[in-house]
Every structure is written in structure tokens, then in C-alpha cells.
């Protein structure tokens, strides 16, 4: 089977840094994808990773290791807008497809 | 470009009953996935369509069944529907293996 830990609420301040953190178990590790989503809202993609290190997009970034099977979220410059859902989502490689496994979803609240 | 977009908005429908939801892809993206939200959990993959063929399939019955067609639009269809069957359903396009596009979703609710 396969599974994914993400804590379910992390709360930080306006201008701070947060970090989200993913574990998995699954086999065929394909990568690692992060989705933010808003109450009400659709999943929106934020990051990928298939290999190890970190990618950086503005003030998000994603780290992968797979050798630790664990990745994180790291926001910075907190703002109110990042208030949402965070979900980490594995995608395994199956024949001539990648299946995708999301978490639970990590709720942020970003206080003033 | 567009971005994907879903039909209808928010549907009612009673226990037993037949819905059919329907996805139209971002420009270009010959993908589908389809996935199921309970509300306070993650989407759960229920089929994916490439290229008008189902392409893998998560841990759904088969009264979820899905078309897709050459524009590469795509239908989701569930017949018999149970009261469990009220979620928030999406469907995300995309064209390689990294990022997946959400559509805004059908919110479901059987009575």
C-alpha cells in the first residue's frame, strides 16, 4: 500500500517562515507534487519534485529526499493570503502511467 | 489559454439515482484524472483517461465509469449513487508526469 503524513494545522505570523512536512511510504516512486487549496476552491499546483535537493519558485520552495522517502514545503514571507489547504501528492509509476496519492492536507493559518 | 473547466457547478441527487459530470481539459493537455474530496480530506484518485482510453483506476467500484473524448474533454458518470458518494468531485488535466491543473469542481450531494 502507500501512505502519506503531513501534519494536519501548522499556525504562523505575517512575514514569518513555515515549513510543511511530507512523509510517504509507497512503491514506484514517481515524485513529489504540492497543492495549495483555498476554502471553496479548486487544488492549485504549486511545485514538483522527482529528484533530490530543492526547487525554488519565488517564496515557495519544495524539497525532495527520496532516500528518506520525506519532503517539505517552505514558505516564506508569511502572508494572509497563504491561508489554505496545503496537500502533498505522490505520484507512483505504473506501466505507462502515474497514479497520484494525496494526504490528508495540512491546514495553515497565517495570523496577523 | 484556457484553463479546465467543470459542469455542473453544484448538483442534487437522490439515493439510486444516475449523475454524469463533465471536464473539459487545459488547451493542449491529453490527460484526465478524476478524484473524489470528502470535505477536511485529500482528493482521491478515481480513474485517469489518456489519449480516450482509461488509463489506470484508483479504489472505486465500477459504477464509476468515465469517457473521454477526441477533443480530449472528458465525462465522469455514477450510477446507483449511495449517500457516501457526496463529495466535492474534480477533474485535473495535465500533459507530463509533474503538475496536474484542477478544474473547480462539482459539488455532489446525494439525498
Known sequence: GQSLEQPSEVTAVEGAIVQINCTYQTSGFYGLSWYQQHDGGAPTFLSYNALDGLEETGRFSSFLSRSDSYGYLLLQELQMKDSASYFCAVSRALYNFNKFYFGSGTKLNVKP | ETGVTQSPTHLIKTRGQQVTL??????????????????????????????????????????????????????????????????????????????????????????
Do not use: K, M
Open chain 2, 22 to 111: 463533465r471536464c473539459s481539459s487545459q488547451s493542449g493537455h491529453n490527460t484526465v484524472s478524476w478524484y473524489q474530496q470528502a470535505l477536511g480530506q485529500g482528493p482521491q484518485f478515481i480513474f485517469q483517461y489518456y489519449r480516450e482510453e482509461e488509463n489506470g483506476r484508483g479504489n472505486f467500484p465500477p459504477r464509476f465509469s468515465g469517457l473521454q473524448f477526441p477533443n480530449y474533454s472528458s465525462e465522469l458518470n455514477v450510477n446507483a449513487l449511495e449517500l457516501d458518494d457526496s463529495a466535492l468531485y474534480l477533474c485535473a488535466s495535465s500533459l507530463d508526469v509533474g503538475a496536474q491543473y484542477f478544474g473547480p469542481g462539482t459539488r455532489l450531494t446525494v439525498t
